[in-house]
């Protein structure tokens, strides 16, 4: 009656799968077909159904009429993403503008990358560029060099604490641009405690906390095959840093500036402390 109302079932087309019925050979709409596995697989209800924000209509509305119609309750939740971007446009094999992972990973790490996607809300777009994932992989590192410094303070990884503030934050609708801010205030108070082994135990372990429910604890075996290169960045920059220090006893400072300048291309910062040079990223 209105043309934007759906097909539960489509006439058959030449050379596409279709079943016999009592009104001719035809097969599944779109909608039905979703509907149809997740009652097989799923049940009569269940807690999630995620998809992209332009899948509400008529996609999702027409998924809820049919299930409803036939009894069931289907889902409790619908959580509805945005997707990445760049100049503007959403980002799609489609429109020929998408990034292959692998390309992106030859730049940042996986860790990295996970922590730039995951950065925007899920219903909020992401626009891409290489400047912002550079600018969110140098900020990550230094989440990591303060755990880092934790770990040598207290002579272990700190243990995973989960914060109220950070839970009130993901319970909000996943917020995480707010659990995000947590992290970063919990970090400016760890690295202000200097020696203070129960501040950085309570700053790192809940920043420890966050980025494990948030998927990004670079203690999480899972990136543990991208340590053995970050090991060896770091004795790169352990070796400059040495080689910073020879040049400023024999007061050859612009040497050791240029090493300076060198090393803070690549994002690292350099802290002179009276106990030696302390780097960060």
Known sequence: KDPRDF??????????????????????????????????????AFDIHGGGLDLIFPHHENEI????????????????NAWVTTSGEKMSKSLGNSLQVQELLKKVRGIELRWYLGSAHYRSMLE??????????????????????????????????????????????????????????????????????????KTAGEIRGALSILGCDPADPVFAASKSNDAAMDGLIKLAL?????????????????IRDQIASLGVIVEDTPNGPRWSY
Request: aromatic share 10%; net charge negative.
């Open 7 to 44: 097909a539960l079932w489509k006439g058959a087309k030449a050379g596409d799968p279709s079943w016999p019925t009592p009104w001719g050979d035809g097969r599944p709409g779109w909608h039905l077909e979703c509907s149809a596995m997740a009652h097989a697989y799923l049940g009569e």
């Open 65 to 80: 009429a049919q299930s409803q119609a036939a009894g069931y309750k289907f889902a409790n939740l619908w959580m509805h």
């Open 128 to 201: 891409f560029s290489f400047e912002a994932l550079e600018e969110s992989a140098i900020a990550f590192r230094r989440v990591e060099a303060f755990l880092a410094r934790a770990k040598s303070v207290l002579g272990s990884d700190p243990q995973i604490l989960i914060a109220d503030e950070f839970a009130k934050a993901m319970n909000d609708d996943l917020a995480v641009p707010q659990a995000l801010a947590f992290i970063a205030e919990s970090m400016r108070i760890g690295n202000s405690a200097g020696e203070d082994k129960k501040v950085i135990a």
């Open 242 to 258: 040495e080689q910073r220090e020879a040049a400023r006893l024999r007061k050859d400072f612009a040497a050791a500036d240029a």
